[in-house]
């Protein structure tokens, strides 16, 4: 499981994706775009741009699908809540939740962080801070559970800084896929506030 608010996702996410796969030797990995972020400030691009960004971010990663139930659910998004359907569907299967390092720092104060860490392996990939200056993330306070690392490359790319080059009429196409970057300006997302 590899959840997002994917507004817009960009090449970070897609090498991480890739990673993940190759090096967890992945049967599946499925992308969940977020439905209510009750954990994010600013409301959220629509879903169907959302949910049609990541099919094409994600069309080329092997092993790889994207779920949108998590788009459909009424009330905020609990991964909780979406690892339980999994287990339900999928009896026999090893569950697995890929993260960033910077949500490996907050796992904690997700909703049943605790069940979350029984359920699924927590697999880790690395994130540069924003700054340089800043310390390394801390994972330090996950509850306890299995654990992977996913080796990646820093990518220094967020979709918020993606959003502000798409709403300053800069060049993005060095930071998301080329079909996302198209679909940026067919549906003029993210213009300048
Ligand atoms: N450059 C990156 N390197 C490693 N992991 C990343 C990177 N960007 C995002 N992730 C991870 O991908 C997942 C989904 O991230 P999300 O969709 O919130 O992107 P974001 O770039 O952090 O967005 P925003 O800037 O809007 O907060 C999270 O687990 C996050 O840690
Ligand atoms: O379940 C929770 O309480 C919870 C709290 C914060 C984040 N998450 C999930 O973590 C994933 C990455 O979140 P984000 O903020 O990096 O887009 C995404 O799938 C979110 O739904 C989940």
Known sequence: ??????????????????????????????????????????????????????????????????????????????????????????????????????????????????EIARIATISIAARARPTTDAPPFDASSLPPGRRESVELPPMPVSSTEVRRLAGAGQDITALVPAPVARYIAQHHLYPTN
């Not at 994706?17 to 049967?27: F, K, M, N, S």
């Not at 959220?44 to 779920?67: G, N, Q």
């Not at 910077?102 to 909703?111: G, I, P, T, V, Y």
């Open 1 to 114: 499981m590899f959840g997002g608010a994917f507004d817009p996702p960009h090449l970070g996410h897609v090498a991480l994706a890739r990673a993940a796969v190759q090096q967890l030797g992945l049967d599946q990995l499925r992308v969940f775009p977020t439905g209510q972020a009750w954990h994010k400030a600013r409301e959220l691009s629509p879903p169907e741009h959302r949910l049609a960004m990541a099919r094409l971010a994600f069309a080329d990663v092997p092993h790889t699908m994207v779920d949108g139930r998590e788009l459909q659910r009424a009330g905020p998004t609990y991964t909780i809540d979406t690892l339980r359907e999994l287990q339900r569907e999928f009896p026999q299967a090893q569950l697995l939740l890929v993260i960033g390092a910077d949500q490996a720092e907050s796992l904690h104060s997700w909703r049943d962080s605790a």
